[in-house]
């Protein structure tokens, strides 16, 4: 067989391959019952200010390079 026609061949099958097992993924994947679930917070009940007061707090800025 010429060496053309085997790479060409070794191509084919290499996609072909590749397509057999996309296939076979593809058909497991499934969304089942995800669903998205919208809920709104109360924005009072957030600990926002004081996670980021108490991060600025431990960043340890240098002072004296920032004045």
């Not at 058909?27 to 089942?32: H, I």
């Not at 809920?39 to 980021?52: K, M, S, V």
């Amino acid at each position: 067989m010429p060496r053309a026609l085997r790479k060409e061949l070794t191509l084919v099958g290499s996609f072909v391959g590749f397509l057999v097992v996309f296939s076979a993924i593809s058909g497991c994947v499934s969304t089942g019952d995800i669903a998205p679930e919208a809920a709104t917070l109360d924005a009072n009940a957030l600990a926002t200010d004081h996670a980021i007061q108490a991060a600025a707090r431990e960043a340890g800025w240098p002072v004296l390079q920032w004045r």
